[in-house]
């Protein structure tokens, strides 16, 4: 747990998160930003710039201090400590929730029962219509999606529903790294509107999924030597000669490889950086090497992985599609039931 906290942030991966742990003492931000150890000075610009628009400055203030802006090391150990010990006040409770967010993972089940087909340019307008009662969310929905502050940062003048526009036109056209944070699908737009954004709208996630539900996938149909391969009990210790009939077994499928990651506990530092690794351009080659990397882990450290634990880990990060057809195929079911 302890190398969870103490492992270091990143900007494009943990702003959301940072900035929804933000949120709830922005009052207090200049404070919070001292304490993270930023200059007085670049606090009194970002009132100077900002007023009383104090969810701007603790955007800001995220983005700075992810940056690497301020003296305390970006961590989730390092903010905890400063909420619950060095800030006024007593926060001690606030602090602990905070910590809590380093280990968000998963997604609602509601999101897995919503279309996953990429969405293009052509799919603007009606992703707009879709959004426009949370317009005034328009950079936090960006932030979520994925879309670098600096793009939206030119875009927060006048109408929120400009702003919104804009920030559609920047996700659809994939402005932004789609490998880390998926491509655009009515699915993604569900998670981030329902669970992923700090001012999250169930209900409209849940409207939102009502009218594109996913069109039920039909039984698998796996090439001849593949299909006894797939046979496998659901305790079957799973070894890199079973690899390729996943692969095939999983082809053409949206996958949040980095949810499955933490699904399976892999840390954050080692699925990092498996999209440093040369010759990987494509979210099906970071699944393959995220799934060779959890083969290679040693027990008794880390325990045998098994088929069951795969199918475990799909549907806890909202392939639940793909972990049914897994555990249909090899007739069980994981002791949580799929639904």
């Known amino acids: 747990m302890n190398n969870v906290l103490e492992s270091p942030l990143d900007l494009k991966v943990d702003l959301f998160r940072v900035r929804c742990a933000f949120l709830p003492i922005s009052s207090k931000w200049a404070e919070l930003a001292l304490c993270l150890g930023l200059d007085y000075s670049w606090i009194e610009e970002m009132k100077a710039k900002h007023g009383r628009a104090v969810d701007k400055c603790v955007t800001e203030l995220a983005v700075k201090w992810l940056r690497g802006g301020g003296r305390r090391r970006p961590s989730w150990e390092q903010l905890v400590k400063v909420i619950g010990a060095e ?3 007593n926060n ?10 380093a280990f968000l993972e998963g997604v609602p089940e509601l999101c897995s029962k919503v279309d996953e087909k990429p969405l293009g340019m052509s799919s603007a307008s009606e992703v707009q219509r879709a959004l426009e009662q949370v317009a005034h969310n328009w950079m936090e929905l960006g932030i979520c999606f994925g879309i670098s502050y600096d793009l939206m940062e030119p875009l927060g003048q006048g109408d929120p529903q400009r702003s919104l526009a804009a920030v559609v036109q920047l996700w659809l056209g ?4 789609s490998a880390a944070f998926g491509r655009p699908s009515w699915r993604k737009l569900v998670e981030v509107v329902g669970w992923r954004c700090g001012a999250c709208n ?11 539900e996913a069109t039920p996938i039909a039984s698998p149909t796996c090439q001849p030597n593949h299909q ?24 053409g499928a949206h996958l949040h490889w980095k949810d499955i990651g933490r699904q399976l506990k ?10 440093t690794t040369p010759g ?17 882990r040693a027990p008794p450290i880390h325990p045998f992985p098994t ?17 049914y057809k897994l555990a249909k195929h090899n007739d069980f079911m994981s002791s949580a039931r799929i639904i």
Request: aromatic fraction near 8%; proline fraction near 2%; include cysteine.
């Open 92 to 101: 001690c409770a606030y602090a602990e929730k905070v910590a809590s967010y």
């Open 228 to 251: 006894e391969q797939l046979q496998m009990d659901k305790k079957h210790k799973l070894t890199p000669n079973d690899l390729e009939a996943i692969f095939d077994f999983v082809e």
């Open 202 to 212: 169930p209900s409209l996630a849940e409207s939102i999924a009502k009218q594109h």
């Open 87 to 89: 800030m006024g006040g």
């Open 174 to 177: 994939e402005r932004y790294d």
């Open 280 to 296: 990987l351009t494509q979210t099906k080659d970071y699944f393959q090497e995220l799934l060779h990397r959890w083969l290679k």
């Open 307 to 323: 088929t069951e634990d795969l199918a475990d880990a799909l549907r806890g990060a909202g392939s639940e599609n793909i972990a």
């Open 266 to 275: 892999m840390g954050h530092t080692e699925t990092s950086s498996i999209v």
